[in-house]
Nanobody, 127 residues
Framework: QVQLLESGGGSVQVGGSLRLTCSTSGVKYYGKTWGWFRQAPGKEREGVAIIYSAGEISYYADSVKGRFIISVDIAKKEMYLQMTSVKLEDTAMYYC????????????????????WGQGTQVTVSS
């Protein structure tokens, strides 16, 4: 049975940091891509960061490049999103997604093709 569970969300002030964790069970890591997505109220879901397999390659949305880092720990079966220098516009529900084929989607920030999604963790940035 596949499970994805996000944690680490909460309230943070502008300029602060948070680390989100996606704890998984039953999913494949090697040869697959993983990702973090977010959705703010009234907005469409946005791809934040994508990572391939054990972390060989990653890709970021321009809006978070240089501030967020995606990583995986296969031994722990966890994926992370380290958020630094957060901005008000980072406020959103954050979701992790797992198990997408590389050959068809590569490092696309689209949510298409991911087989599994978590329930989300809320991040609220305040001034």
């Amino acid at each position: 049975q596949v499970q994805l569970l996000e944690s680490g969300g909460g309230s943070v002030q502008v300029g602060g940091s948070l680390r989100l964790t996606c704890s998984t069970s039953g999913v494949k890591y090697y040869g697959k891509t993983w990702g973090w997505f977010r959705q703010a109220p009234g907005k469409e879901r946005e791809g934040v960061a994508i990572i391939y397999s054990a972390g060989e390659i990653s890709y970021y949305a321009d809006s978070v490049k240089g501030r967020f880092i995606i990583s995986v720990d296969i031994a722990k079966k966890e994926m992370y999103l380290q958020m630094t220098s957060v901005k008000l516009e980072d406020t959103a529900m954050y979701y992790c997604a797992a198990d997408r084929g590389w050959s068809e989607y590569g490092l696309s920030l689209s949510g298409d093709g991911f087989r599994y999604w978590g329930q989300g963790t809320q991040v609220t940035v305040s001034s």
